[in-house]
């Protein structure tokens, strides 16, 4: 093991017996930031379930293709293929009858039951158009038109008023998000900044007897970063747990309703991946709020 | 060849009254191996010369070098390297209250990333030196002045610097314990370390073969007398150092 591992190990414990030195403190930081990671959580918990519910209603195609029944396989796609050569057109996607069955019973969730005895075939094939997003407003009626013209297509749907106030209502809470994150930011960095500012007061003599011994600019301040990236982490953990608690007693209740507009699978916790984002963003914060105490209040 | 010297040092602090003169172009210099006493009433500038060698604080005017190198001409990341080579102890001990003994004389070693194994062993070999129990498990808070200053003495030497700073090491000792640390000192610089010692007790030059005294009063160094022990030092580094050269 080199020196300098060896040092960060020690500049480790020092960091956590620190904040052992300071419970209350290290615990009203930790539970504010766990509130304010809470609320953008929430929020966040919020958007991605709006996004997977818009998702499953399919407001995100412009376009959908009813075809009529028993079109050959070939016939769908060679359509499907010439509406993708369009170049308003981003892609398109054949959905099958039974793809299409699939999705059904996905957005039924618990309520699946019903579908019992349904025959795929009982569902048309269709295809779902993507335009661009540069591509004009008047572009999907217009080739809503004339793909009405065509022998094979039975019925064109095209996303209506309703979808364009639900998608309004997606980036009104997609801004709600992000200037809650910014909020949350300055308020965790603000935590975390002030409770260092203390433990370094507290600690003002540990500070001289590390410089007075040798100890570097890095090897002195760390403790202080260490115990700042431990607090936002712990907070971070502390707000996913509660919300994980707040999620899973509900999700019950809100499948149950969502599934009476068909997208009841489109309701999720966070990731495991979004998880240590999340812990990572804490940490993050954390190390912010401790540099910046430490820059001003720990000299070298 | 001095290991410490001081030119035309140049150094006030803002006082409600205006600035204050700590040091008033002060020169000096030690040689390797000597033991300086540093006197002078409270308030001289005795403190604020150990922290100006220690670059704790930094001068107005002038130059101060610790082994022919300017410290204030050091960067910020090359400070610590300078402490690294001064040990010091101050009247108030300066020790983690909460740690033991053997914690808190390991400490420069942790600075430098030194193993614990090796942590332990010197720490021990030194507190041994200090007639200090290396095993005691209790914090050095409870531990009596004496024993608190010994720690900290422990603490200074084992990174083996080449020079000791003392500042009032003795001044919050009774006369028995403050006999303890000054043969302690005295032992430090038999081994070769050049010691300086900051007191404003008059008996210690009595007590201590001092080799050199230096008297400051109100920023000026006033007298700088060196004792008939500085030639013998002198003689015993040149000898060395000519053995050194035939060898």
């Known amino acids: ?300 | 060849m001095s290991i410490l010297e001081l030119i035309d040092v140049r150094k006030t602090f803002a006082a409600r009254e205006g600035a204050q003169v700590a040091l008033d172009g002060v020169s000096m210099s030690v040689e390797r191996g000597e033991f300086a006493l540093l006197m002078g009433p409270s308030g001289a500038g005795k403190s604020t010369m150990l922290k100006l060698i220690l670059a704790l604080e930094r001068p107005d005017e002038g130059s101060i070098k610790v082994a022919d190198r300017d410290v204030h001409r050091l960067t910020a990341d090359s400070v610590p390297f300078l402490r690294r080579n001064l040990g010091a102890v101050f009247q108030d001990f300066r020790l983690l209250s909460e740690a033991t003994p053997q914690e808190n004389v390991g400490l420069p070693l942790r600075v430098v990333g030194v193993g614990t194994n090796e942590v332990r062993e010197r720490s021990r070999e030194v507190l041994l030196r200090m007639h200090l129990d290396p095993d005691l498990k209790r914090p050095v808070k409870t531990l009596s002045g004496g024993e608190q200053q010994r720690v900290a003495l422990a603490r200074a030497l084992v990174t083996d610097p080449p020079v000791l700073l003392a500042d009032e090491p003795t001044g919050n000792l009774d006369p028995d314990l403050s006999r303890d640390i000054l043969d302690h000192l005295v032992e430090i610089q038999s081994r070769g370390t050049t010691v300086m010692l900051a007191t404003h007790d008059p008996v210690v030059p009595s007590y201590v073969p001092v080799t050199r005294i230096l008297h400051l009063d109100h920023g000026l160094l006033v007298r700088n007398e060196v004792t008939p022990r500085l030639r013998a030092i002198s003689d015993r580094h040149d000898a060395a150092a000519a053995a050194a050269e035939v060898a």
């Not at chain 1, 004009?136 to 038109?145: C, N, V």
């Open chain 1, 1 to 300: 093991m080199t020196r300098g591992l060896r040092a960060l190990g020690y500049v480790f414990v020092r960091g956590v017996t620190g904040m052992r030195q300071s419970p209350l403190v290290q615990t009203v930081a930790v539970l504010t930031m766990a509130v304010c990671i809470l609320l953008l959580g929430t929020v966040s918990l919020l958007l991605i379930n709006a996004e997977g519910v818009v998702d499953g209603w399919g407001v995100d195609v412009p376009l959908t293709v009813y075809l009529n029944e028993e079109v050959p396989e070939e016939d769908a796609l060679a359509l499907t293929e010439r509406i993708a050569a369009l170049p308003e057109v981003d892609h398109t996607e054949l959905v099958s009858p039974a793809i299409a069955l699939e999705r059904l019973q996905d957005g039924l969730g618990t309520g699946a039951s019903v579908l019992e005895g349904v025959e795929v075939q009982m569902l048309p094939t269709s295809i779902e158009v993507y335009t661009q997003p540069e591509s004009p407003e008047e572009f999907s009626a217009a080739l809503a038109g004339r793909l009405r013209e065509v022998k094979i297509v039975e019925e064109v749907a095209i996303v209506g008023a309703w979808a364009s106030a639900l998608n309004d209502g997606l980036g009104a809470l997609r801004t709600i998000a992000g200037t809650l994150a910014l909020l949350v930011t300055f308020a965790c960095v603000a935590i975390t900044w002030s409770t260092i500012r203390l433990a370094v007061f507290a600690r003002r003599s540990e500070v001289e007897i590390l410089r007075l011994v040798g100890g570097t600019r890095r090897f002195v301040r760390a403790p202080f970063v260490i115990e700042g990236a431990i607090q936002g982490v712990l907070g971070a953990a502390f707000a996913i747990t509660l919300l994980a608690f707040g999620f899973h007693s509900l999700a019950p209740h809100l499948e149950r309703g969502l599934s009476l507009f068909l997208v009841a699978g489109a309701v999720r916790f966070f990731t495991v991946f979004e998880v240590m984002l999340a812990m990572g963003f804490g940490a993050l914060l954390g190390v912010i709020g401790a540099r910046i105490a430490v820059a001003r209040y720990v000299e070298i």
